[in-house]
């Protein structure tokens, strides 16, 4: 008997999106328009956006995380996103949900916000 709340081997610790569907390259540049205040850099290519999930009736949800759990912007971001995505063409609904699993790391940056940020 396992237990429920541990995934199963083989499951991927972030969710796949939907890269196939329509509207994930809007959302996602959609989403590049929001940035984190402490750093000069879009929550997207800093790596805080894991999943972005779009049903066959055009509702978006977005899993995301923060860089720590002690941001003074937890409260106001995921707002930011959903004020960021709505207006997007064909979007019915925005749905953002915050996870620390699995934790935020330097590692989850694209290569423009290493660079961007003097890490490489």
């Known amino acids: 008997m396992t237990d429920a709340s541990e995934p199963l081997e083989g499951t991927p610790l972030i969710a796949p999106s939907s890269v ?3 509207l994930y390259e809007p959302v996602v540049d959609a989403c590049r328009t929001v940035f984190d205040p402490e750093i000069p850099v879009n929550i997207y290519d ?3 956006i894991y999943t972005v999930d779009i049903t066959d009736e055009n509702d978006v949800k ?3 995380t923060l860089t720590a759990p002690g941001c003074p912007v937890a409260g106001d971001m995921p707002g930011w996103i959903v004020d960021a995505v709505s207006p997007v063409p064909g979007v019915k609904s925005v749905d953002v949900e915050l996870t620390w699993e699995p934790p935020w790391g330097m590692d989850m940056m694209s290569d423009e916000a290493r660079l961007e940020l003097g890490f490489m």
């Open 62 to 64: 977005i899993i995301m």
């Open 46 to 48: 800093l790596g805080l």
């Open 20 to 22: 196939s569907h329509s």
